[in-house]
């Protein structure tokens, strides 16, 4: 399930690294390059959309939102295979800090 969601940042990531490469500094842009590379350390991806949501920001001046299709499918997996109970704890406590 973390695998899928790494998966898919790095691509969301990877579809805005030539719009933002003029306007990181280097060290958002080693950041941005772990992420965009699925190489980022495990405690970096819980923020990684919000990374990207001020990245852009700052780059076009405007508010900005990611919005996810298919959110719902790990949940919908884990669910399936009887293990919700399980990823729900791990989130919560993740999101938790």
């Given at each position: 399930?973390?695998?899928?969601?790494?998966?898919?940042?790095?691509?969301?990531?990877?579809?805005?690294s030539?719009?933002?490469?003029?306007?990181?500094?280097?060290?958002?842009?080693?950041?941005?390059d772990?992420?965009?590379g699925n190489?980022?350390?495990?405690?970096?991806?819980?923020?990684?959309l919000?990374?990207?949501?001020?990245?852009?920001?700052?780059?076009s001046?405007?508010?900005v939102?990611?919005?996810v299709?298919?959110?719902?499918?790990?949940n919908?997996r884990?669910?399936?295979h009887?293990?919700f109970?399980?990823?729900?704890?791990?989130?919560?406590?993740?999101s938790?800090g």
């Amino acid at each position: 399930m973390f695998w899928s969601f790494r998966e898919l940042v790095s691509e969301h990531y990877s579809d805005w690294s030539e719009y933002l490469s003029d306007s990181l500094t280097p060290a958002d842009q080693r950041y941005f390059d772990s992420i965009c590379g699925n190489e980022a350390p495990l405690e970096q991806w819980a923020n990684s959309l919000l990374r990207l949501c001020e990245f852009l920001a700052l780059k076009s001046q405007r508010k900005v939102m990611i919005f996810v299709d298919e959110y719902e499918a790990p949940n919908n997996r884990a669910y399936e295979h009887d293990f919700f109970k399980t990823v729900r704890h791990i989130l919560y406590d993740y999101s938790r800090g």
